[in-house]
C-alpha cells in the first residue's frame, strides 16, 4: 500500500477541499484507515479546511492542520506578515510523521492554492508533493482558462517525477466545460474524471458526490499499488 495522495489544484477556490474529503471518506468507507493533511491553513479563521473533512467524515481524528495563520495569504507571507515563524522542514516532517504513522493506512494531503504558491522559507507547495513522493490528483476549474492552467500544473508536476490523476469540475453548462476534459486528456495524456457541483449543506455529501461521479479511477486502487 502506498502512504496516500496529495491533492494538488490549479489554483485557489478550485474544490481542493471538497476532493480531499470525498477521498478521505472514500477510503475510510473502504475500511482504510485515512488521515487528511493540511500542511498549513491561511484565512484562519474562519477558513479552517482540515474541520471541514472531519465533519464530512463525522470524525475529529480524520484530518489534521499542522500550522494555521490569520492572514488570508500564501503561508510565507502571512507568517512574514503575522511575525512567527514558519519552517519547510517542520512542515514536511510534520507530514512524513503522520503518513508514516502505523495507525494510518494512508494519507491525504491536501495542497495550498497552487503549485508555485510561497510555503516556507524558500521553498513552495510543488517542493512539498515532490518530498513527500506521493502521486498527485490535480483539481481543476471546468470552464475558460482551464486548459492553459491544468496542463501546466501536470507537466510542473510530471517534471518532478510526479503520477497525476485529474479531477475537473464539470457542469457542462458551456462549450468549453463540455469539451475541456476531452481536450485536456489529449493535452495531457492524464485521465480526466469530471465532478458536478454539489449542495454542500452537509459535509459528508462530499464523499458520495465524489464516489458517484469517478468512473475510470479510484482512490482505494491508487493507496494499494
Known amino acids: 500500500m502506498t ?6 489544484g490549479t489554483d485557489t477556490g478550485v474544490g481542493k477541499t471538497v476532493a480531499t474529503a470525498g477521498l478521505t471518506g472514500w477510503l475510510r468507507d473502504a475500511c482504510i484507515e485515512a488521515r487528511a493533511i493540511k500542511p498549513a ?47 519547510y522542514d517542520a512542515i514536511r516532517e510534520g507530514c512524513e510523521r503522520i503518513l508514516d504513522d502505523p495507525a494510518v493506512d494512508a494519507g491525504v494531503v491536501e495542497g495550498i492554492g497552487g503549485l508555485r504558491v510561497p510555503l516556507a522559507e524558500d521553498r513552495e507547495v510543488i517542493d512539498l508533493v515532490a518530498e513527500l513522493d506521493l502521486p498527485a490528483v490535480v483539481v481543476a476549474r471546468s470552464g475558460l482558462g482551464t486548459l492553459n492552467h491544468t496542463a501546466l500544473t501536470v507537466d510542473a508536476l510530471e517534471r518532478r517525477g510526479v503520477a497525476v490523476t485529474t479531477i475537473n469540475e464539470y457542469e457542462g453548462a458551456t462549450v468549453a ?13 492524464v485521465g480526466v474524471e469530471t465532478v458536478p457541483p454539489l449542495d454542500l449543506d452537509d459535509p459528508s455529501a462530499a464523499i ?11 482512490p482505494v486502487e491508487a493507496v494499494s499499488d
Do not use: H, I, K
Open 3 to 8: 502512504r496516500g495522495l496529495f491533492v494538488a
Open 41 to 87: 491553513q491561511t484565512g484562519y479563521p474562519p477558513d479552517d479546511d482540515a474541520s471541514f473533512v472531519a465533519e464530512a467524515c463525522n470524525d475529529e481524528s480524520a484530518a489534521t492542520c499542522l500550522r494555521r495563520l490569520e492572514p488570508p495569504l500564501a503561508p510565507r507571507v502571512a507568517a512574514a506578515r503575522q511575525g512567527v515563524d514558519l519552517s
Open 177 to 189: 466545460e463540455r469539451t475541456n476534459p476531452a481536450e485536456l486528456e489529449r493535452m495531457t495524456g
Open 208 to 218: 458520495d458526490g465524489l464516489r458517484d461521479a469517478v468512473d475510470e479511477w479510484s
